[in-house]
């Protein structure tokens, strides 16, 4: 607080680091060779499958389909905020803030030594058909949030707030590592060209409440009794 005014200023700043994407990395990399054995077999008319024997048709092993950067790192974000809240007459408050997000060594995922549909490959002999993950991805949100509140005041609060944001990010994903084709870079010589609005970019949010209660029915001087306080006392509307 200020002295002498009822102008109050706050901040705050903080870093997160997400320590949950080994879970994921860790599911991935239990199904690849040498920790396990995958096959691919086809049901066929001159070999059918069934139930009974489901490994009657030639299989053809499968590779690697999953890789890691081994320079990979624990992705983290960092979180700033300033505030600035004053009092109202009429029980009103306002605060006005602006919030920072900065997101550094995010997953990014792609697809190595891959080419455009119809071009020659350029290089036959390069490893190819898995997906490989690297922490080079990085993110950033700015907001800014106008916030109008009533104090509880003749049985009536209510808060009002108003939000700009934007946010944007070359990231695969914020949930985790995963081999849906929606994560991969569509260049991986070009990991850059992916930056672009998040997935969860919402520019404009306006959010209200209100709410309104009878209380215990004073009106006139004296409690509101009889059939009156039954239908008037202790309602809440929201």
Do not use: M
């Amino acid at each position: 607080p200020i002295p002498g005014s009822s102008l109050v200023v706050r901040a705050a700043y903080g870093i997160y680091r997400n320590t949950n994407v080994y879970q994921s990395i860790t599911t991935l990399l239990a199904q690849q060779p040498p920790l396990s054995t995958a096959f691919s077999i086809p049901n066929t008319a001159e070999h059918p499958l069934t139930l009974a024997n489901g490994f009657r048709a030639p299989s053809t092993g499968l590779g690697n389909t999953f890789a890691v950067d081994p320079d990979f790192r624990v992705g983290s974000s960092h979180n700033w905020q300033a505030s600035v809240q004053r009092d109202l007459p009429a029980s009103l408050t306002v605060n006005l803030t602006y919030l920072g997000t900065k997101g550094t060594h995010l997953i990014q995922e792609f697809l190595p030594n891959t080419y455009p549909a119809g071009a020659v490959n350029p290089c036959p002999t390069c490893p190819a058909g898995f997906v490989f993950l690297t922490s080079d991805g990085s993110s950033t949100r700015h907001a800014g949030q106008l916030q109008v509140r009533r104090r509880l005041r003749n049985g009536l609060t209510a808060t009002v707030q108003y939000t700009v944001a934007k946010a944007e990010d070359n990231a695969a994903s914020f949930q985790g590592a995963n081999l849906g084709s929606q994560a991969f870079a569509q260049n991986w010589l070009d990991l850059d060209a992916e930056w672009g609005p998040s997935s969860f970019d919402q520019r404009h949010l306006v959010a209200a409440s209100f709410q309104y209660t009878t209380g215990v029915g004073v009106a006139g001087g004296a409690l509101v009794d009889g059939w009156r306080g039954t239908l008037f006392k202790n309602w809440t509307i929201t």
